[in-house]
Antibody
Framework: QVQLVQSGAEVKKPGASVKVSCKAS????????MHWVRQAPGQGLEWMGI????????SYAQKFQGRVTMTRDTSTSTVYMELSSLRSEDTAVYYC?????????WGQGTLVTVSS | QSALTQPASVSGSPGQSITISCTGT?????????VSWYQQHPGKAPKLMIY???KRPSGVSNRFSGSKSGNTASLTISGLQAEDEADYYC???????????FGGGTKLTVL
């Protein structure tokens, strides 16, 4: 069965960067794009961007352009989302989700807390 | 402010039916047959309930159904059960510039 296992919770200071991983299993890693979505405490879902694990091409939401970088490692079937210049408003749970013309399978989420 | 508009809350009694609306524009909901609906229980990851407007993934109860008319998509839950109490989000593809947009979410309370 498809599994997306994300890295553990992180606490970062304002201005720092965070890199969250999402390890995929149960399917051919390079055959499906991967989304990243975040959810601030008590708030709704926000789409951040998408990566093609096959070639590594990416597309980002305008809001995160210049601050987010999505990469992948095909040898370990893992995608990464790095967010830089963190501020308190970036405190959220970050999810990866496999694409099948929608956000089909989801990881368990990674809490990133930005606090001085 | 979310790109898609949903009611903040809806409620219903066990056994009843409820409908949650999701209003977008001609650039997203109205242009693509790629509206999906997600159920999220507290502290859990979202779960896909409806995709491509009206299709159910394997394992999702047929009490959940989706439809679309113009720029508005709808999720209907029939025969409400206590375990349906959750937050529900709609999502739509919005083209190659904006890509994907979500609604603000609707809290369903089963009375």
């Amino acid at each position: 069965q498809v599994q997306l296992v994300q890295s553990g919770a992180e606490v970062k200071k304002p201005g720092a960067s965070v890199k969250v991983s999402c390890k995929a299993s149960g399917y051919t890693f390079t055959s499906y794009y991967m989304h990243w979505v975040r959810q601030a405490p008590g708030q709704g879902l926000e789409w951040m961007g998408i990566i093609n694990p096959s070639g590594g091409s990416t597309s980002y939401a305008q809001k995160f352009q210049g601050r987010v970088t999505m990469t992948r490692d095909t040898s370990t079937s893992t995608v990464y989302m790095e967010l830089s210049s963190l501020r308190s408003e970036d405190t959220a749970v970050y999810y990866c989700a496999r694409d099948r013309n929608t956000l089909w399978d989801w990881g368990q989420g990674t809490l990133v807390t930005v606090s001085s | 402010q979310s790109a898609l508009t949903q009611p903040a809350s809806v409620s219903g009694s066990p056994g009843q039916s409820i409908t949650i609306s999701c209003t977008g524009t001609s650039s997203d909901v109205g242009s693509y047959n790629l509206v999906s609906w997600y159920q999220q229980h507290p502290g859990k990851a979202p779960k896909l309930m409806i995709y491509e407007g009206s299709k159910r993934p394997s394992g999702v109860s047929n009490r959940f159904s989706g439809s679309k008319s113009g720029n508005t998509a709808s999720l209907t839950i029939s025969g409400l059960q206590a375990e349906d109490e959750a937050d529900y989000y709609c999502c739509s593809y919005a083209g190659s510039s904006t890509f994907w947009v979500f609604g603000g979410g609707t809290k369903l309370t089963v009375l």
